[in-house]
């Protein structure tokens, strides 16, 4: 039988699949120009919903919460740092397909590998080193465009892709030092309090942001608060879910279970390219397929050995 912290791992990516393709209908259908704010709009929305997670937790578990400012730093680094991979990934999708992007998350495994060598005693070895770099060529291979013969990489997506990488690795192992330190009610609160004050600080210091939710709240209020609270719901489990896995299992190995995400979404994405064309875009001329394909299966084949190494 399988160990809980696969099975609820696993649940957790599928929850994962859903919300990002949410994401990508949000950014196309309201958040696709200057006027309806992208990224940041979004996510101030997302921030916006972390109260719903925050009063459920005080609802159902207010007991257990350790309000101490020690445990509550860390859970609330670790919520700021969730809202600062949120941002990265949200500016990736724009700039490229759900395909592509989505795939980079199997570097999460790397960089938690890392932070749990620092942070909670774990440390790498040869197989997981030769994993991590075959990982980091499927990424390249992905990120690779391909213009009038000649062979260029998105530079831009890449990095922005791998930030978002390191830090939802850091906020889950920062997450586990707070659970580990209370519990796990009580790192989640902390964990929405934190994410709620990354977005209220967009909201505060960034104008344009600000401007340009407001705006598009006025205008669109029903159909925004409808369709991104359905997203968030998603989302927020899916977060919730393999932040409980992270917990009673070995971090590398939990996010190494991002492996199956990538086949998903790009199934998945074909799907919704046919059915609703004008949100959903893939490129699927014959090189990009090849194209995702090898980086796909690459990236697959180093997360499996990964997860046989760890």
């Given at each position: 039988?399988?160990?809980?912290?696969?099975?609820?791992?696993?649940?957790g990516?599928?929850?994962?699949?859903?919300?990002?393709?949410?994401?990508?209908?949000?950014?196309?259908?309201?958040?696709?120009?200057?006027?309806?704010?992208?990224?940041?709009?979004?996510?101030?929305?997302s921030?916006?919903?972390?109260?719903?997670?925050?009063?459920?937790?005080?609802?159902?578990?207010?007991?257990?919460?350790?309000?101490?400012?020690?445990?509550?730093?860390?859970?609330?680094?670790a919520?700021?740092?969730?809202?600062?991979?949120i941002?990265?990934?949200?500016?990736?999708?724009?700039?490229?397909?759900?395909?592509?992007?989505?795939?980079?998350?199997?570097?999460?495994?790397?960089?938690?590998?890392?932070?749990g060598?620092?942070?909670?005693?774990e440390?790498?070895?040869?197989?997981?080193?030769?994993?991590?770099?075959?990982?980091?060529?499927?990424?390249?291979?992905?990120?690779?465009?391909?213009?009038?013969?000649?062979?260029?990489?998105?530079?831009?997506?890449?990095?922005?892709?791998?930030?978002?990488?390191?830090?939802?690795?850091?906020?889950?192992?920062?997450?586990?030092?707070?659970?580990?330190?209370?519990?796990?009610?009580?790192?989640?609160?902390?964990?929405?309090?934190?994410?709620m004050?990354f977005?209220?600080?967009?909201?505060r210091?960034?104008?344009?942001?600000?401007?340009?939710?407001?705006?598009?709240?006025?205008k669109?209020?029903?159909?925004?608060?409808?369709?991104?609270?359905?997203?968030?719901?998603?989302?927020?489990a899916?977060?919730l879910?393999?932040?409980?896995?992270?917990?009673?299992?070995?971090?590398?190995?939990?996010?190494?279970?991002n492996?199956?995400?990538?086949?998903?979404?790009?199934?998945?994405?074909?799907?919704?390219?046919?059915?609703?064309?004008?949100?959903?875009?893939?490129?699927?001329?014959?090189?990009?397929?090849i194209?995702?394909?090898?980086?796909?299966?690459?990236?697959?084949?180093?997360?499996?050995?990964?997860?046989?190494?760890?």
């Amino acid at each position: 039988m399988l160990p809980l912290w696969v099975i609820l791992g696993l649940g957790g990516v599928l929850f994962s699949v859903f919300g990002t393709m949410f994401d990508k209908y949000l950014l196309e259908r309201y958040f696709n120009s200057k006027d309806q704010g992208g990224p940041g709009a979004l996510i101030i929305f997302s921030a916006l919903f972390a109260v719903t997670v925050v009063l459920l937790v005080v609802a159902l578990r207010y007991s257990a919460i350790d309000f101490s400012l020690t445990v509550g730093a860390v859970g609330i680094s670790a919520g700021v740092i969730n809202g600062l991979w949120i941002l990265m990934y949200l500016h990736a999708m724009i700039r490229a397909d759900v395909s592509n992007v989505v795939p980079l998350f199997q570097t999460v495994p790397i960089f938690g590998l890392v932070f749990g060598a620092a942070i909670l005693g774990e440390y790498l070895t040869g197989p997981q080193v030769l994993a991590a770099l075959v990982i980091m060529s499927g990424a390249i291979v992905l990120m690779c465009k391909i213009d009038s013969g000649r062979l260029g990489l998105d530079v831009t997506s890449m990095v922005l892709m791998l930030g978002s990488s390191s830090c939802v690795a850091l906020s889950q192992v920062v997450f586990k030092s707070a659970a580990v330190d209370a519990n796990y009610w009580t790192a989640a609160f902390w964990l929405g309090v934190g994410y709620m004050s990354f977005g209220a600080s967009l909201y505060r210091f960034v104008p344009t942001y600000r401007r340009q939710f407001l705006t598009l709240f006025s205008k669109r209020r029903l159909q925004i608060i409808g369709v991104n609270a359905l997203n968030e719901v998603f989302d927020t489990a899916g977060d919730l879910i393999i932040l409980a896995a992270v917990v009673i299992g070995p971090v590398a190995l939990v996010q190494s279970l991002n492996a199956y995400e990538p086949m998903f979404i790009f199934l998945l994405s074909l799907l919704l390219m046919h059915l609703w064309p004008s949100y959903f875009q893939e490129d699927i001329s014959t090189s990009a397929l090849i194209q995702k394909f090898s980086g796909i299966t690459i990236i697959v084949f180093g997360s499996i050995f990964l997860y046989s190494a760890i």
